[in-house]
C-alpha cells in the first residue's frame, strides 16, 4: 500500500502533474478500481428507461452493468454478465424485457437479478438464491440521474455530489417541470487517448481561442460565443473548483439577457419564458434563464455540458468513448427542444465544429506523451483565484483553477 501511494505521490509536483499519469498501464487499472468500483459513478438517466421492462447497457469501467425499469417502476441495476458461465446478456444498448435470458445456456433472471429459470433442471442441485446476477453495493439518484458503488463503504451519494447538487439542479430547473429527458438517442465518439484528456479538456477555459481559432473567426462575432475570442481582460467566465473533484466553467457572468446561452432571445420563445414564470415566479425564472445551463464535470465520469450530458467510458490506458446526448427539456414545445437538438448536433455531433477539434488536439497530447515523457505545468492563476467562504475556488476563466481541482481530489482518491 505505501508503495503504492509512493507510485501516485511522484507524479504530482507543485501545480504540475507528470506525463506518466496518461500512459501508465498499472495506474489505469488502479484507477478502474479506486474510481470506478470503490466510488460512486454516473450510470444513466431515469428518462432513459421511461416504461416498465425498459433497460440501458453501459460501461461502469471495465463492468457491464444493465439500468432497468423493473414491472413496479422502479430503477434496478444488475450485472450485465449471466451468473452461470459469465456470458453477456443483453449486447444491445436498450430495448425492453419481462426478464433478461442468456443465449449461451438459457438461464433467465428478474430485472432484480434473481435467477427464475433454469433449462433442463435435473441436474442442478443449487439452492437458485446463491446463483443470482451481481448488483452494486449501492444505487442511489438525485433529479433522476442514477449513480452506483461497488464498494460498501464508499459512503452516502450526497456526500460524494456535495456542491454538485446544485449543477444537477440547476440543469433540471430549465425544465418548467424541472424535468428533463435524455431521449433522443446517443452519439459515441471513440478517442485514442487516455479518458482523463476528455474531463480535463471539458473545462478547460484557456484553449477556445486557439484550438477552435477557426470557428469562433466564423460564429464568434454574432453569437454567445462572442465571449470566447475576448482579451483576458475583457472576459467575464470563470472557472470553479467545486470540491471532490466537480469542477466547472461558470458562464453566468458573461450573459447579459435571457437565453443567450440558446442563441435566441425570450420574444422568440414566449410559450418557453411563460412557462418558467409560472413555474418559479417572474424574478427566479429570469435569473434561471440569464444563468443558463452549467458547464461541469461532476467527477468522474458525468459532464453536464451546458444542453448536453456526456459520459466518459474508458476503454484502456490510451483508449477512452465519450457518449453524448441532447438535454431536452420536459414541458416545453418541440419547436425549442429540436433548437437544443441542433445546438448540440453543432458543438458535439460528428460532423461538428468543437467536438473535432478537441479529439484532434487528445489524440495528440497521448501521442506525445508516449514517450520518455515529463512534467506538465497546471500553475496558471494559482495566484489570482479566490477561495471563497463556502470552500469553493473561483478563478479567471483562463485558469487552471479546474484542472488543479480534478487532480486534486483525482490524488486524493487514489492515495486512500
Known sequence: MDGERKNIRNRFGDDSVHSTIYTDRELFDAEMKKLFYDGWVFVGHESEVPKPNNYITRMIGREPVIMVRTREGNISVVSNRCAHRGNMLCHQHSGSSRSFSCEYHGWTFSHEGDLVGVPLPGGSHKDSSCLGLQKPAM?????????ITFNPDAGPLDDHLGKAKDLIDRSVSLSPTGKIKLSAGWLKQRFRCNWKMLPENSTDGYHA????ASFLRVFAPDSQYKMLSESEDERKSKTVDWGNGHVALEHAPSYEEPLQW????????PDYVESMKEAYGEEEAMRKLVDGPPHSTVFPNLFLGEM???IFEPVSVD?????????????VSDKLNARILRQSQAAMGPASFLLADDAIISERQQVATGGRGGWMDLSRGRKREEKREDGTIWGHISDETTNRGFWSHYREVMQA
Not at 139 to 147: C, D, K, S
Not at 319 to 331: A, F, R, Y
Request: charged letters at 15%; aromatic letters at 10%; proline letters at 5%.
Open 308 to 310: 448536453n450530458i456526456a
Open 209 to 212: 481561442p486557439f484550438t477552435h
Open 262 to 269: 440558446l442563441g435566441t432571445t425570450k420574444e422568440k420563445v
Open 319 to 331: 483508449e477512452c468513448v465519450l457518449w453524448h446526448t441532447p438535454m431536452l427539456l420536459d414541458g
Open 139 to 147: 444505487q442511489a439518484g438525485h433529479r433522476g440521474f442514477v449513480f
